[in-house]
């Protein structure tokens, strides 16, 4: 029999979302076929301290891993000669040599290609999005740019920093037109998200924003509601059932993405099968202009008038039972274990230059 490989699965992280990193990694690590896998699980705390754990996956779960004694500190080297992690130990440093990483990592130093350009500089494959894609793909503000130049919709939106003016900010936000949102340009689930409905809710807004980011975007409000498409790529691509989020009011934030109490996600989309279709070779356009590999959630608007308008693109979407993409994914024929399974031998498959080996 072959030697099975070895799946680094990084989990945690130095980030807002490190919760919810916690939650996908453990659901990762429970579907992952150990009969093909030799699976390394590397936790990342919130301080942005690695290391390797061995412990129980509840442990994961419930943010105690750290309390387990068999963790052991992981130290990173860029070299293509040797392997590019290592343990300190007591006796000095061990290797710890992987084929592959699958970065388990939402938002900022994990799912915005910092993590990813280390492993590619080592030649170690990523399962999933690579460097470029998913720093582009973090940044909402160029993601838009990209996919509108490729004749897709997107939300016509305004960029600010820390010294944008807030009369300018006023001005651009009513030509606009209100309600809009405010948004970080790099953060994931809709940490730092207001919708404002009035001129004097917006500079709060604002403000709140530049909380978790450097940038922050002011972008109109589509009508209609969010559809999502599931994308998994190994060799062609493969899309998911298309999913509908129903709002009893607001906006899908923080709190409803994880607890749905006054929302509704459906599987498939309640919508017609001819704009089922449109929408999923939308999905696929977005995919490919982003230069995104493995896999991805890509989400959109769908209007009153079946106009399909551009959201945002997850690389690195949730992985628990009830998320979003392995629904899409379940409700298209594809049990989590396959879709695991199919993305690793992928990225195991593919050459450092993006081509297949």
């Known amino acids: 029999m072959h030697e099975k490989k070895r799946i680094a699965v990084l989990f945690g992280g130095c980030s807002p979302e490190?919760?919810?990193?916690?939650?996908?990694?453990?659901?990762?690590?429970?579907?992952?076929?150990?009969?093909?896998?030799?699976?390394?699980?590397?936790?990342?705390?919130?301080?942005?301290?690695?290391?390797l754990y061995g412990g129980p996956?509840?442990?994961?779960?419930?943010?105690?891993?750290?309390?387990?004694?068999?963790?052991?500190?992981?130290?990173?080297?860029?070299?293509?000669?040797?392997?590019?992690?290592?343990?300190?130990?007591?006796?000095?440093?061990?290797?710890?040599?992987?084929?592959?990483?699958?970065?388990?990592l939402h938002g900022a130093n994990g799912e915005d290609g910092t993590v990813q350009?280390?492993?590619?500089?080592?030649?170690?494959?990523?399962?999933?999005?690579?460097?470029?894609s998913s720093a582009l793909c973090m940044h909402k503000f160029l993601a838009h740019r990209v996919v509108e130049a490729e004749g897709i919709r997107a939300p016509h939106a305004c960029v600010y920093g820390p010294s944008s003016s807030r009369q300018s900010i006023l001005a651009e936000a009513d030509a606009l037109g209100y309600p809009l949102f405010v948004k970080?340009?790099?953060?994931?689930?809709?940490?730092?998200?207001?919708?404002?409905?009035?001129?004097?809710?917006?500079?709060?807004?604002?403000?709140?924003?530049?909380?978790f980011d450097d940038k922050v975007i002011v972008e109109e409000a589509i009508a209609g509601f969010e559809v999502g498409c599931a994308v998994l790529e190994s060799g062609a691509l493969t899309l998911g059932e298309i999913d509908e989020i129903e709002l009893k009011g607001g906006f899908f934030d923080f709190a409803e993405k994880y607890t749905l109490k006054t929302s509704a996600i459906h599987v498939p989309a309640r919508i017609p099968s001819g704009d089922i279709l449109r929408i999923k070779a939308t999905a696929a356009r977005i995919y490919r202009a982003l230069d995104c590999r493995g896999f991805a959630r890509?989400?959109?608007?769908?209007?009153?008038?079946?106009?399909?308008?551009?959201?945002?693109?997850?690389?690195?979407?949730?992985?628990?039972?009830?998320?979003?993409?392995?629904?899409?994914?379940?409700?298209?024929?594809?049990?989590m274990r396959e879709v695991l399974t199919a993305a690793i031998e992928f990225a195991l498959h593919t050459d450092r230059k993006g081509g297949q080996a």
């Open 18 to 51: 490190y919760g919810v990193s916690l939650q996908s990694a453990a659901s990762v690590l429970q579907q992952l076929d150990r009969q093909k896998f030799a699976v390394v699980s590397i936790g990342i705390t919130r301080q942005g301290d690695w290391y």
């Open 57 to 104: 996956i509840h442990a994961i779960q419930n943010d105690t891993w750290m309390d387990i004694a068999s963790c052991a500190r992981v130290l990173f080297s860029p070299s293509r000669n040797a392997p590019a992690m290592f343990l300190r130990t007591e006796n000095g440093l061990q290797s710890l040599p992987v084929d592959a990483v699958f970065p388990v």
């Open 117 to 132: 350009g280390m492993f590619e500089l080592a030649g170690i494959p990523i399962v999933g999005c690579g460097m470029l």
């Open 184 to 211: 970080p340009v790099k953060a994931g689930s809709s940490f730092g998200i207001t919708h404002v409905a009035r001129a004097e809710e917006l500079m709060p807004a604002v403000e709140h924003a530049f909380s």
């Open 298 to 335: 890509v989400d959109m608007f769908y209007t009153p008038k079946g106009e399909i308008v551009f959201n945002e693109v997850n690389t690195i979407p949730g992985f628990t039972e009830h998320s979003r993409y392995p629904c899409m994914m379940k409700a298209a024929g594809w049990r």
